[in-house]
């Protein structure tokens, strides 16, 4: 960075403070879905004791709800994806909410590290830039 021109230090960090927004929205967005997946697991494990024949709501959107009756809590169906749905046993649907969220988590902490080796960059980039600048300034 030493070498680098006061023009190419501004676009270096530039680009690394744009790399860091995105990383910080990710971090967002992973934050969202574990959100998403913890309250997945605690819905089958509060539906896996439920009795046969309890009458509840069942969700067809976030604020959409519709009477229904419990037949069975040995199958569930997972949504895996948009549009994109399996039937799984409740072991196999709480097996594979479990997986989601140790992957979730494994994520989290990779963009972490990497959000934090882009800030120390951006820094860097900052105060070779700022050295740049006050050597470039005339003295009074």
Not at 11 to 30: P, R, T
Not at 59 to 81: C, E, F
Request: hydrophobic share 40%.
């Amino acid at each position: 960075m030493e070498k680098m021109s006061v023009e190419q230090l501004k676009a270096v960090k530039e680009q690394i403070d744009q790399e860091v927004v995105f990383l910080q929205d990710s971090l967002s967005n992973v934050r969202s879905a574990s959100t998403r997946l913890e309250i997945a697991s605690n819905a089958l494990h509060d539906l896996s004791l439920r009795p046969q024949g309890k009458q509840m709501l069942v969700p067809l959107t976030a604020s959409l709800y519709v009477p229904g009756t419990l037949d069975s809590a040995d199958k569930v169906v997972i949504d895996i994806s948009t549009d994109y749905f399996i039937e799984k046993t409740m072991a196999k649907g709480k097996e594979y909410c479990e997986r989601k969220m140790n992957l979730m988590k494994s994520n989290y902490d990779q963009l972490i590290e990497v959000a934090s080796n882009k800030k120390n960059i951006g820094g860097e980039a900052g105060a070779f830039l700022q050295a740049k600048l006050r050597q470039a300034a005339p003295t009074t």
